[in-house]
């Protein structure tokens, strides 16, 4: 039994999904617009897709996505241990989630201070970052496509409630 099939359905959860979905397209989006694919394959000349070839344009946009994604984290794990735990628990599919995100996340931080002009790391280093940072997306995106499509939520109702 998922959030959305019980009785008692928070109201953020309405802003919450569609919010998460258009935060985690937005983060693939300017993601991969920063490597020159879009440009490459004639995408950014379709109206309006412009700014898909803009670097810097896409940089920041992934950066501020970031910080939003982070405070987004934040705010699941008050909400979830403060309100829910007693409730519900988290399934082995939110699990997978949260660990794919985490491995992102850590290696989204790595990339950040790659960029930073005083952090200096060595090529082999900055190249396994890059492509493990890209592969733990597609992982996610994977998973997530799986889990949508059998219907595995974050959360379980604990028996007994």
Do not use: C
């Not at 997978?96 to 201070?113: C, E, K």
């Amino acid at each position: 039994m998922t959030l959305a099939t019980t009785p008692r359905v928070f109201a953020e959860q309405r802003f919450f999904k569609p919010f998460y979905f258009l935060l985690l397209f937005t983060m693939g989006l300017t993601g991969f617009g920063q490597m020159p694919i879009f440009k490459r394959y004639y995408i950014a000349d379709i109206p309006g897709l412009g700014w898909l070839a803009d670097f810097y344009a896409t940089h920041y946009i992934h950066y501020i996505g970031a910080v939003v994604l982070f405070g987004f984290f934040v705010y699941a794990v008050v909400v979830y241990f403060g309100l829910m735990r007693r409730q519900f628990r988290l399934t082995w599919a939110a699990y997978v989630r949260i660990a794919l995100l985490a491995l992102i996340s850590i290696t989204g931080i790595f990339r950040v201070l790659k960029n930073l002009p005083d952090v200096v790391f060595s090529p082999m280093f900055t190249m396994v970052i890059d492509i493990s940072h890209l592969a733990f997306m597609m992982f996610f995106m994977a998973f997530g496509i799986i889990f949508m499509i059998s219907k595995k939520g974050w959360l379980d109702k604990k028996l007994g409630f």
